[in-house]
């Protein structure tokens, strides 16, 4: 952090009917100088376990409010989503200085989706509901990411403000083979339906599955289908030659 030798790169996320774009989750990287672009996957656990988290988090927000704001002045609307770790559920600090944040960016707080995983919530659901509801009236959009493979309870989903489900990818990528994860998938796009929840189908990968789940009635969609996740300057490039080709790919997977 102290080095600037992390980035961001995004995966957009669209709606499955139109194929317009929504808004980018914004992934972590670290350029780092012996070892080259590493994934989350290598440094996360190890900022989860320690205070670094915090500072790694709050990096995050602003990088991806800093990047909007820049799309902004190019013309291109979009949503931005940031994934939070469970220590960040436990973060009584977080809604301020994510205010903070919005405010100095000029961003509504709408333009932000908070993700967070099952795990994360169900490791202490009384506070994240606390921390999530503080959130939530601030009018940050909060969505459940990796839907179907942590610790579910209905009881709780209930009871949290969330705005949408996330389909994890192990389902959708198996639905056209797998009986029972197209029904998994099938089954929690009704019940967020019934929830006045949105869902969002991440690992979408090839035309059939993109129609399954507007079959299904799935809201939007993201995966290697559209692209996969690029630098700040590339995605404002992807935006503009997808836009222009929006209605030529959605007549395609028709």
Known sequence: IAEGELTLHYQPQLAAGSCALERVEALVRWVHPERGLLPPVEFLPLAEQTRLIRPLTRWVIDRALADWRAWQAEGLEVGVAVNLSARSLGDDELPVELATLLAEHGAPPGTLTLELTESAVMADPFRAASILGRLSRMG?????????????????????????????????????????????????????????????????????????????????????????????????????????????LGEATA
């Open 140 to 248: 940050v959009r909060l969505a459940l990411d990796d839907f179907g493979t942590g610790y579910s309870s209905l009881a709780y989903l209930k009871r949290l403000p969330v705005d949408e489900l996330k389909i994890d990818r192990s389902f959708v990528a198996h639905m056209a083979a797998d009986a029972d994860d197209a029904a998994i998938v099938r089954s929690t796009i009704d019940l967020a339906r019934s929830l006045r929840l949105t869902t969002v189908a991440e690992g979408v990968e090839t035309p059939d599955a993109l129609a399954t789940l507007r079959a299904f009635g799935c809201e939007s969609v993201q995966g290697f289908l559209f692209a996969k996740p690029l630098p700040a300057g590339e995605m404002l490039e992807w935006a503009r030659a997808h836009a222009s080709s929006t209605e030529n």
